[in-house]
């Protein structure tokens, strides 16, 4: 496991060693810091330490607190965020203190290093204690705390994870059901009371058909009439529309399950974690959990809240919340037993649409691609971003020592396979089988292994459309499928 790994960075080389592992570093070239020989060992390393960091939280008063490497998506619980509180008199005044004199040491530096090491000392110690202030500016419900729970994980860099505020199903509060009243007065005794046979019949009649409920058959006629009046004027304000909407993707997105809209509109968020492994603790995974817990965090508890709220919303606000709803139901996914092509070739136009540019959420490296991609591909894919000359260097080179060379060859140069570029202005494409009669093991080879890989290499379709349709059979992480029609 490189050292640059999330695991790696939150345990560190002088802990993971004390534990027994082994760093492996290469004297001659740059290796980054090395590789850490037993990920088993570091996994369970950091799984300890994660598990001592929920111990700490449940201190606060947490019903549970669960501790993994990886966050457990998919889990669909609710979560619940804190509520703004006020300060009080005397942390106010401390808080203006601690950022008058904070401002005062730093002023004329432009950061802690240059600063002498006991006036960064200070700064720093000042500057803590106002993140501690501040936090106390929100704080979550007594009674989230008492039924809800915390979810601790690893980032994508290396840094603890902890996300406060979820309810599981069984906890959260259950609606009262309400008796249905059969028409006998009880008393106290618990015995029925019998009606008066001296009352009146004309008034006992009246009261019963005052208290009789219309049928269902005039029930769905009228309101048959208000859907079609509220669609009628729905359809006239725009702007009242898109608060409905919005309304619904919300309670969908946000509450799940709890309200209902009267707009007969879904909204399905696909797991993508599923499909990729740890796409969710991405760079691009962690934004966009970023922006669905700042909009989280604003939204009301109560759903019947939810309407005031978003009416109550500036029309740019609003609109930026729709989009993210909206957003939030994409699925590019492409999967093997999906034969029809309508739904890649709409993802291509919205694509096209956003201007979408991978190369800002995605790099090409052993693990992410040339790993996974025969060597006839990877040869294909160092032409195209580097040179002919530089892909034919590194053909002789055994798989996995070609996949480490080709992520460094390419690496700056963005770099995109066919599935992850534009829908137009692709480069002209170098052909894999160009490559596939030099990927041929030589004898000095295991040919166990790379005789393998040779014969993969030949096996491709030609043509750059080879990366989007060819086969993974490095990639054993990902399942295959037989079709029967094939």
Known sequence: MPASDRRAVFIGADAYAEAGGNVIRDLFTEDDGGFFEDAGLLDTLAVERLREIAGEILAEGWKWAEASIDYPHGHGMRRYYPQPVGLSDEDEARLSEAAAAHDALIEGYDSYEDMPEDVAVKAQALSNEIDAISAKRSAYDPAIIERGGVFVSLGSNGEVKIERGYVRAEDEPQPEVATEDEGDDIAEDGEAVEDDEDADEEEEVDEADAGKPI???????????????????LGAQPDMAMVALTHALVLDLFYHGFGKSCLAITAKSEDIASHAEGIADSGAGEALAARHDQWGAQLPDDTADLWPFLAALDGDSRTELLAHCVSLTVNAVKVPWERSTARIEAADGLAKAVDLDMTATWTAT???????????????AVSEAVSVEAAERILPMKKADMADAAEQLVAGTGW????????EGEPEAVEAEDFAADAQPSEAEAPDTEAQDGADAVAQPTGIEADAIAPEPEDEGQPHYAVAAE
């Open 215 to 233: 049928s269902d058959s005039l029930v769905r006629d009228l309101t048959a009439h208000r859907t079609l009046g509220l669609r009628l004027a």
């Open 366 to 380: 052993a693990r992410s691609y040339f790993g996974r991609v025969t060597k006839a591909h990877i040869g294909q």
């Open 416 to 423: 995109l396979p066919v599935l992850l570029r534009a829908p």
